[in-house]
């Protein structure tokens, strides 16, 4: 992953160039959520198996932790795993897999015992997509593209060695890998470069004061987040969390909508013309609409605005 | 049904009614998310030919539009500009006695329709507008991201016939017509959000998560509450502005379209964006209704003018007056 050895912060400056430069970052299923994990949870066994090929992304991992009835309440799930000699077998059914269709290997998080308290139950399985049994479906969102997935599982057969950690330790798991995901989905420099390139493109209408305004105030809004990620970045120790990232996933989504929001608005008349038309607008205004529309994705996945207000709530302020 | 006279006079082989009847079935068009060009064809492009036409060409052109004879486009905005009642780069020049249109507009509603309603730049300086047929321009359509179908209409010395005094600055009449198209798309976005707004407290009482229908939250219901307000005032604005459409001058109905607008545009926003998210991963799907209502609201906030762009006309006035009066 070549910063092995970097403290939090340096990693988080590294990641913000990357964006800014708007290099393509590392995947985050990888890097981000199962990579961590396997280092703080897994066998020393599984660790050289699995994390050589995660880093060089030999394997595309998907994450299937979401199912059709346990979104928020993740615990909810119902995917079940059944022991069957050293084998699982799992059934079930996995939705919003993201870049599900280019997935080599799938983390899932599957109930394996039914008859405990919902989140004592579960366990992290870590699944071949091209196993028998595993078929993946698209789901179209409302801006025409296809990213997200529903993953089905038929009696798929999983060697006991797939499991992480120990059997019914899910949870804890999944609380660690949440945490770092949300951390993650405050894409501070990207949103900063998205604002940057709107005053570029629009740059004759930064004579209206209206228009100006709303831009001071998104930057200011931005340089508030940028600081306040610094500071939780530079306090997050032994990859655990700052209890304040939830403000980064919740700020972070918000002003990422806001100022896909005011590109739409850039745009105009122009940005009811599709992307693919032959036409005489410039491309940035016809993507506008279907950009900003897919960003209302934002504040729902990775833990929805609610349920970060909810820990904010409970967790930090003791409510 | 007669839907598509509605707006026209009995003369015009229209039916005689107003705004209140258009604004009627606008908000019905909006809620079920109906695919047909009725702002586009008949509040649009039949407004300008009513507000400009000669008698004979409002009888010819509106009575073929209300009998469902006539698909008919208005080809106004142009590439590289913003909400304008006027035209700059299509232009019209008098070859001899024709007039000849040319230049590229973008977006067109609907613009493949079998008579175009083109505005152009005189060359005396002021807008025209003319009847263009279809099949004498090039035109490209394709499906934007609420299925709205939009054009490119690109013009090389067509034909066109002047509506009303040839040579004449139209500017005014085009005004009008979009005006009182800017409050019947309002009356659109009132009907989708009344939709969303329905569908989203439907599911906070259906969808469980923890063992309990999502209507237990507060958090949640207040929300719901909150688009409930916006659409509750938006009606009131709405309506306001139709009546002065049906009863004043130009002027107060132009103010009143922007207030209704910018009301409009900042509630179709709220009440939009929070239906997706109350909604949580189906809201985003193409196949589910709000994120489709979502998408329209977008579109006709961008169509005629956003929030912005009234508040920005409003804000310049505010010196003007001590305070509102609805009724002055
Ligand atoms: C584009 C996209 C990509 C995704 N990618 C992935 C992926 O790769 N892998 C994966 O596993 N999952 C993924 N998800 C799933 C995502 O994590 C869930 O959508 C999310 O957890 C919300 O669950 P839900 O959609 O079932 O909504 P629900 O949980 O039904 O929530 C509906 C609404 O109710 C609110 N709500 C729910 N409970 C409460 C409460 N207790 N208090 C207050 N408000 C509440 C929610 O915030 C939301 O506004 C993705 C989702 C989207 C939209």
């Known amino acids: 992953m070549g910063w092995a050895g970097w403290t939090e912060l340096q990693r988080h400056l590294w990641h913000e160039e990357m964006q800014r430069a708007g290099v393509p970052t590392p995947l985050p299923f990888n890097v981000s959520m199962i990579g961590p994990v396997l280092i703080q949870f897994a066998s020393q066994e599984m660790k050289e198996r699995f994390l050589p090929a995660t880093a060089s992304l030999d394997i595309w991992w998907s994450q299937g932790f979401s199912e059709p009835d346990a979104g928020s309440d993740l615990a909810g799930l119902r995917t079940s795993a059944v022991r069957d000699g050293d084998d699982w077998i799992v059934n079930g059914q996995k939705t919003w897999t993201t870049l599900g269709q280019y997935g080599d290997w799938i983390f899932t998080l599957v109930r394996t015992d039914p008859a405990v308290k919902k989140q004592a139950g579960i366990s992290m399985l870590l699944i071949d997509m091209t196993s028998p049994g595993v078929e993946v479906r698209p789901i179209q969102l409302i801006d025409g593209g296809h990213e997200v997935n529903e993953v089905w599982f038929t009696d798929v057969r999983v060697p006991g060695e797939n499991l992480v950690g120990e059997v019914n330790q899910g949870w804890t798991m999944a609380k660690f890998l949440l945490g770092n995901e949300r951390v993650g989905v405050a894409p501070v420099a990207m949103v900063k470069r998205m604002l940057g390139r709107a005053k570029e493109v629009a740059a004759d209408q930064l004579d209206d004061p209206v228009v100006r305004a709303r831009v001071a105030e998104l930057e200011n809004e931005l340089l508030a987040l940028e600081l306040t990620t610094l500071r939780v970045v530079a306090h997050s120790d032994g990859g655990e969390p700052h209890p304040a990232s939830s403000v980064l996933k919740l700020r972070g989504t918000e002003l990422q909508q806001a100022v896909s929001e005011l590109v739409v608005d850039l745009a105009g008349p122009a940005s009811l013309v599709p992307p693919d038309s032959e036409s005489d607008l410039p491309l940035w205004a016809r993507r506008s609409a279907p950009v900003y529309l897919n960003y209302r994705k934002a504040s729902i996945y990775g833990g929805s605005n609610e349920i970060q207000r909810q820990i904010i709530a409970g967790t930090i302020l003791g409510l | ?328």
């Open chain 2, 1 to 328: 049904m007669g839907a598509l006279g509605l707006p026209f006079s009995e003369e015009d082989g229209g039916m005689g009614a107003g705004p209140v009847e258009v604004g009627l079935v606008a908000q019905e068009v909006g809620r079920v998310l109906a695919p047909e060009p009725y702002l586009a064809a008949v509040v649009l492009a039949g407004g300008v030919v009513a507000s400009l036409g000669t008698d004979a060409q409002r009888a010819e052109v509106l009575g073929e539009l209300s009998s469902g004879n006539l698909h008919l486009a208005l080809a106004h905005a142009e590439p590289g500009r913003r909400w304008s009642d006027t035209a700059s780069s299509v232009t019209a020049t008098l070859v001899g006695d024709e007039w000849r249109i040319s230049g590229v507009k973008e977006p067109v509603l609907h613009g493949d329709a079998g008579t175009l309603v083109v505005t152009a730049a005189l060359p005396e300086g002021g807008t025209g507008a003319f009847l263009v047929a279809g099949e004498s321009a090039t035109t490209t359509t394709a499906t934007a991201y609420d299925g709205t179908r939009v054009s490119r209409v690109v013009l090389d010395g067509a034909r066109g016939v002047p509506l009303g005094e040839a040579g004449a600055d139209a500017t005014e009449g085009i005004a009008v017509a979009l005006d009182r198209a800017r409050i019947t798309a309002c009356h659109e976005a009132l009907g989708a959000m009344e939709a969303a707004l329905a569908a989203t407290t439907g599911y906070l009482r259906s969808r469980k998560q923890f063992g309990v229908p999502l209507s237990t939250f507060q958090a949640l219901t207040f929300r719901a509450a909150d688009m409930y307000v916006a659409v509750e005032l938006s009606t009131s604005m709405v309506w306001w502005a139709t009546m002065v459409a049906a009863e004043r001058d130009a002027t107060a109905t132009r103010e009143a379209a922007a207030r209704a607008a910018l009301q409009v545009s900042r509630a179709g926003r709220l009440v939009g964006q929070e239906a997706i998210q109350l909604h949580g991963g189906i809201g985003m799907t193409a196949e589910y209704l709000v994120g489709n209502l979502k998408a329209h609201l977008t579109a006709l906030d961008h169509l005629l003018g956003d929030g912005s762009h009234h508040l920005r006309s409003l804000a310049q006035g505010v010196a003007a007056y001590d305070a509102l009066d609805p009724l002055a």
